[in-house]
């Protein structure tokens, strides 16, 4: 793996003890991101990374193995860019709701980029974000004709982000257009990927010409949440989150009596849209 310290890149490899940790609850041990202490190794061979701080902020996702483990996207970034595009593929809500889950479960802020608005207009763009009643601060851009980057540049400004969503949104195209000379990479980390098989997945990390990192990571096929529960799923919407409370404390908002949620749907209050959105995550996360 390579090692960033602040200046230059380093060949860096994982103590063994730090390799297979029985019992984590993760299934790659390091993740870009991550602040570690090393020692040197060899004369002329790479140095040996012994200690990984604890961390600040985790992007995670499930494996879906049968342990539960979850694999660690990036440690330490403090807002998850989450990339989608107007088309090609198209804009699917539901997996910028997932990502804004995962994305506060490990404490970071979740923003929307929308990017190849040149696929259609910046109005349609914004009308798609607004018919999903998406939460969350936005932008949109076009990594391929420009426009937009600039309100990227200041979001990401001074800023540890990771780019996440999936593959073909755009999200190493719109690095690209952040650092125009991306290519002089800073650090990669290496990741087991989901099934336990030996597959090299990498991320990497990029200082911003004015200051800030970014995270790019590569593609993922599906976003799964793994362990959750009512209160999690419901905060990923706000109509739902800032509703009153239900007769019960442990409404699950699906067929209770007294439940505000549904009346609220029932009213007009909460969109019928975003009641289906949150029925979907929560039966895709097998909450009981
Ligand atoms: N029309 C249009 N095409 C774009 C835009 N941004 C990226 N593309 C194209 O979309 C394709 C995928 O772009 P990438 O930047 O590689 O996507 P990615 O999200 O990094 O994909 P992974 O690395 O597989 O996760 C490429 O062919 C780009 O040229 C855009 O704003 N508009
Ligand atoms: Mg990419
Ligand atoms: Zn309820």
């Not at 049968?66 to 403090?78: C, H, L, P, Y």
């Not at 990498?202 to 911003?208: A, H, I």
């Not at 004015?210 to 599906?222: F, M, Y």
Request: net charge neutral; charged share 25%; with cysteine.
């Amino acid at each position: 793996m390579e090692l960033w310290d602040g200046h230059a890149i380093h060949e860096a490899i994982l103590a063994r003890h730090l390799k297979s940790e029985a019992g984590s609850r993760h299934a790659n041990p390091l993740a870009v991101g991550d602040e570690v202490e090393v020692e040197p190794g060899e004369p002329g061979g790479p140095m040996r990374v012994v200690s990984i701080a604890p961390r600040r902020t985790f992007l995670e996702r499930s494996t879906g193995d049968s342990r539960g483990r979850t694999q660690i996207i990036a440690a330490n970034a403090t807002q998850a860019v989450i990339i989608s595009s107007l088309a090609e593929p198209p804009f699917r809500p539901g997996l910028v709701d997932r990502w804004g889950l995962l994305a506060r479960r490990g404490g970071l802020v979740p923003v929307l980029c929308l990017n190849k608005v040149d696929l259609g207009t910046h109005e349609e763009a914004e009308r798609a974000i607004a018919e999903a009643a998406i939460p969350l601060e936005a932008v949109t851009v076009s990594a391929e004709n420009g426009s937009g980057v600039d309100r990227l540049l200041e979001l990401t400004a001074g800023r540890v982000s990771v780019f996440v969503g999936h593959s073909g949104v755009g999200k190493s195209s719109l690095l690209r257009r952040l650092i125009p000379n991306a290519d002089a990479l800073v650090g990669t980390v290496s990741a087991k990927n989901l099934k336990g098989r030996h597959t090299t997945t990498s991320s990497r990390l990029y200082p911003l010409p004015g200051g800030g990192i970014v995270i790019d990571t590569p593609g993922v096929r599906s976003v799964q949440l793994g362990q959750t529960d009512v209160a999690e799923v419901a905060a990923v919407f706000d109509e739902i989150a800032e509703a009153p409370p239900c007769r019960f404390r442990t409404c699950t908002h699906r067929t209770e009596p007294g439940c505000s949620i549904l009346a609220g749907v029932q009213s007009g209050v909460v969109p019928s849209a975003i009641y289906a959105r949150y029925r979907k995550l929560l039966e895709e996360a097998e909450v009981k």
